[in-house]
């Protein structure tokens, strides 16, 4: 058996009714005998401020280095299984909360008005996201643009700040995009998400109260007390 999370093929219909309910049962029967996990639906949110060279990466774990209040990171204690991700990227003004800038899909013109907008661009058009577990690559290559989401109405446009269709559309249905198959984050693993390019780039904020923010987003099932469980030594 290899490293990777297995997940039937095939499972009784009675227990899996919904794609959901066939995720749930695969991971209740992984994790086994362990009576303190509790299984439950939930998300992760990695932030990282842009600024110059040709990777981004992103900690999972809330004990590694400092947490932005906008993050929620992975418990040691705990394990979360991946079904669904999407990637964002946000002018974060410093005299506003953390979080409280508009998510983008796409280097939009009328967010990212400076010299910093070409490396922005640069890094949702052609930015990789990639997810390694304890060596175990389970994404080699996602390209960003799959979750770019730029409605009809600006398309075409000369986007400025004053028009209505400015603001960056995006929805759950297209921006984030299914994962296949789950893969396991574990609190007790080494956890290695990073955004890759192809070139170095300044993506830094020019206004230097300002921040260029990059955000991955996972969707899918938290497993509580199951951070210790490793697939592998089963």
Known sequence: MDKRTKFPARMPSVMATTEDRAVYTAIKAELGDNDKAIITPGYLRLDQVLGTGN??????LQNEGAQRSSELRLRISDAFYVTAMSVFVTKQVAAEPAGSGQPCTWANPAVFTGVDAPAVEAIMNSGRLR????????????????????????????VLAANPYGASQWSTEKAFQG??????????SSNVVTVLLGESVAAGAPVGTDENVLTVVFHGWLAQNAGAFNPANR
Do not use: H, I, K, M
Request: hydrophobic share 45%; net charge negative; proline share 5%.
């Open 55 to 60: 990777r981004v990466e992103f900690p999972v």
């Open 179 to 188: 994962v296949t198959p789950v893969f396991r984050l574990n609190g007790g």
């Open 131 to 158: 997810v390694e577990v304890d060596s175990v690559v389970y994404l080699q290559a996602v390209d960003l643009l799959r979750f770019r989401d730029v409605g009809t109405a600006q398309q075409g446009l000369n």
